[in-house]
């Protein structure tokens, strides 16, 4: 057994000397005067500094219980461990490439004068916050239930936070944790979200994970529209889906299909348009506009109405999902309101 090792191993856990410092950045800690506490990122080096003078017979530094260092001769094993200064009035080693496991009391153990003394300094390990595990983009039916996981690691442990992109600004936060619980989800709570893993280290690490919510098909815009003999006539059907919907058209219980009947259908997006290039007076009548998808299908009816050549185009709203409208009737109250205001002008 090395003989100092004694003396050391006493001072070390004699500790008489404590005198805690003012945490700083700078990775050096100085003895035995103020100690300050070293803080590093992971993956740099620590400096770990003891001012002595020239009363000073012996010197080692500790790592807890563990001799890394007496005078100059390595005890570690550890080669990120080297000696950087041995003079009467400094002694110093570094630690390279720290990391989290190197965090821990660090004692710088000294002998003057037959008296041990001791200090000790806390090196303190740093780690960027960092996203190591995130939920997939994920697609669910509106009324389900979604969880979303996001876990960081870092030093301090870092603050995790959710937020839901699609929201204004300063709304978004949706969960202060990381977990992200939706019960019954409506899709207007569909889009991005983005984690966040803060700590005071360094920038934030964020991560976006996407839920896409299935719902039926809603009509939102189906209007009648007059058309006069010999004219283009389109009919339009809006629907909003998800997954988009597609569309069909009716005329009673007769499917309609591009090519047929001088008509041409036309899908782009959420909306579908029914096109007539010449309208007789066969074409006139109620349509049925049907959405679908893999939740559901709903229906809108549209007429398509007679209108003098001279008058122009839309009529009043049609009726959504099978309600009938009396929309011809509508139609002829409207077109005759149009004629009398034209008669009315005239004289
Ligand atoms: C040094 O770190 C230790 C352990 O984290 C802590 O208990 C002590 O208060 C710190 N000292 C100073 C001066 O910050
Ligand atoms: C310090 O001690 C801890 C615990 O035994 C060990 O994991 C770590 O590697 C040591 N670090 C150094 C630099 O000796
Ligand atoms: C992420 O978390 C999920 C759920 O806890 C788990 O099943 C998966 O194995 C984890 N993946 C990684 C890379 O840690
Ligand atoms: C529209 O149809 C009528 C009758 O079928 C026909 O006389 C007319 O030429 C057509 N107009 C156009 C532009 O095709
Ligand atoms: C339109 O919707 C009604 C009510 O939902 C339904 O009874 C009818 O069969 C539907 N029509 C078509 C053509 O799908
Ligand atoms: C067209 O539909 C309306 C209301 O949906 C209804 O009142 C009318 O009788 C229908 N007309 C025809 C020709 O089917």
């Not at 979303?148 to 959710?162: H, S």
């Amino acid at each position: 057994m090395y003989h100092p090792a004694c003396w050391i191993f006493f001072s070390a856990t004699t500790a008489l000397l404590f005198i805690p410092g003012v945490p700083v950045r700078s990775g050096d800690a100085t003895f035995p005067k103020a100690m300050d506490n070293v803080t590093v990122r992971q993956g740099e080096s620590a400096t770990l500094r003891c001012t002595i003078d020239d009363r000073v017979t012996r010197v080692a530094w500790l790592n807890r219980s563990t001799i890394l260092y007496a005078g100059n001769d390595k005890w570690s094993i550890d080669p990120r461990v080297i000696i950087l200064v041995n003079t009467p009035t400094q002694y110093s080693i570094m630690i390279q490439n720290v990391d989290v496991y190197d965090e821990g009391p660090y004692t710088c153990s000294v002998q003057t004068d037959n008296h041990p003394k001791t200090s000790r300094v806390h090196l303190i390990v740093q780690v960027p916050p960092q996203i190591m595990n995130i939920s997939s983009d994920i697609t669910v039916n509106e009324g389900s239930s979604v969880t979303l996981l996001c876990l960081a690691i870092g030093r301090p442990e870092p603050t995790v936070t959710w937020r839901h992109l699609s929201v204004k600004e300063g709304q978004g936060f949706v969960s202060e944790d990381e977990y992200l619980e939706i019960s019954d989800i409506k899709r207007d709570q569909s889009g991005e979200y983005e984690c966040s893993a803060l700590n005071d280290v360094a920038a934030p690490d964020v991560r976006k994970v996407k839920i896409t919510v299935n719902y039926p098909p809603y009509i939102s815009k189906a209007r009648n529209t007059g058309v006069s003999v010999g004219q283009k006539g389109i009919l339009s059907c809006e629907a909003s889906a998800v997954p988009a919907a597609e569309f069909q058209w009716f005329k009673e219980d007769t499917r309609l299909a591009t090519g047929l009947d001088g008509v041409r259908i036309e899908n782009k997006g959420r909306i579908s348009t029914l096109t007539f290039f010449n309208v007789s007076e066969k074409d006139y009548g109620n349509y049925t506009c049907v959405a679908t998808n893999k939740l559901g299908n709903t229906n809108a009816s549209i007429t398509l109405y007679e209108i003098s050549p001279s008058s122009a185009v839309a009529g009043p709203g049609a009726v959504i999902d099978g309600v009938n409208s009396a929309s011809r009737a509508l139609a002829c109250l409207w077109l005759s309101g149009t004629l009398f205001a034209h008669f009315f002008i005239k004289f």
